[in-house]
């Protein structure tokens, strides 16, 4: 399912018109990057978390190069679903 997928359906059972409902989504996944960025999780009771995992510095090897480098500690965005959500997905 695509975003106009996801506009397209809250249109149609709401009534409210397309734009609107757009403007709304785009507002809603920007404050959700925004909050990620500072550092902040996103808890929507019911349905789940957006989240912020630290990845652990590591060291890889660059194949063609036949090198090693190291992978600096970073932050990762993750989705962790509420178990009310995943009960509803697995019946």
Do not use: C, W
């Amino acid at each position: 399912m695509t975003k106009a997928d996801i506009v397209n359906e809250i249109s149609a059972k709401t009534g409210i018109e397309k734009a609107s409902v757009l403007a709304t989504v785009e507002a809603f996944m920007e404050t959700v990057k925004e909050s990620l960025a500072n550092e902040e999780n996103v808890y929507l009771r019911g349905f789940g978390s957006f989240i912020l995992k630290k990845r652990a510095q590591k060291t890889a090897r660059n194949i063609s190069k036949n090198t090693t480098i190291i992978i600096p500690e970073h932050n990762i965005p993750a989705f962790k679903p509420a178990k009310t959500f995943t009960l509803s997905i697995k019946e």
